[in-house]
């Protein structure tokens, strides 16, 4: 299952409406990440697998109000276009918590109680660069171009700023990263 721009902006329209007629009147924000954040801020790619979020204002799914609800709303809409059941994935929301902090990033598109905001590029590519998969490297090396990055030091000073556990990036692979983009 790919996922275009257009089927984006679409299925979170939906998504909004669901929200909105299980009767969620408070704001639901998302940030999004990963390759939905490409797809739709930089236009590199014709599609993703899914959208990549942290749930701004939900950090424990057990304790929230919201998150249930939010979870119908999802169901509803891959249930109706036959996408996966984690077509809206927030997996990745404590991790992003773990790594430091995280971006409250600005409002893209609001559908109805839904908010879908987006950080800022530099985010985007310390995530990158943290992760540094195969799939990663366009990414990487366009979102270096728009930055204006073009060194080591560059780069590394992106990286933390935003990736701030030590731990985190010992363990990860961004000397090898670093070192293989910028010789």
């Not at 902006?9 to 639901?28: D, H, I, K, T």
């Not at 590519?125 to 990055?149: M, T, Y």
Request: proline share 7%; hydrophobic share 45%.
């Amino acid at each position: 299952m790919a996922l275009s721009a257009q089927d984006i902006e679409a299925y979170l329209a939906e998504l909004g409406q669901e929200l909105r007629r299980a009767g969620v009147a408070q704001p639901v924000r998302l940030l999004m990440v990963g390759g939905a954040y490409m797809l739709t801020q930089i236009g590199n790619r014709p599609s993703t697998k899914d959208i990549d979020v942290l749930l701004e204002d939900i950090p424990d799914p057990s304790a929230s109000p919201l998150y249930l609800p939010l979870q119908s709303a999802v169901r509803a809409v891959a249930t109706r276009h036959g996408l996966p059941l984690n077509w809206v994935n927030d997996v990745i929301g404590d991790a992003l918590r773990n790594y430091g902090p995280t971006p409250t990033g600005t409002t893209w598109r609001v559908y109805g109680p839904l908010e879908v905001r987006v950080p800022d590029r530099a985010y985007i590519l310390a995530l990158k660069l943290l992760a540094h998969r195969a799939q990663d490297e366009a990414d990487i090396r366009v979102l270096c171009h728009e930055l204006g990055v073009s060194t080591r030091d560059q780069a590394r000073r992106i990286l933390d700023t935003y990736i701030t556990d030590d731990q985190i990036k010992r363990l990860s692979q961004v000397a090898a990263a670093l070192a293989q983009l910028f010789p």
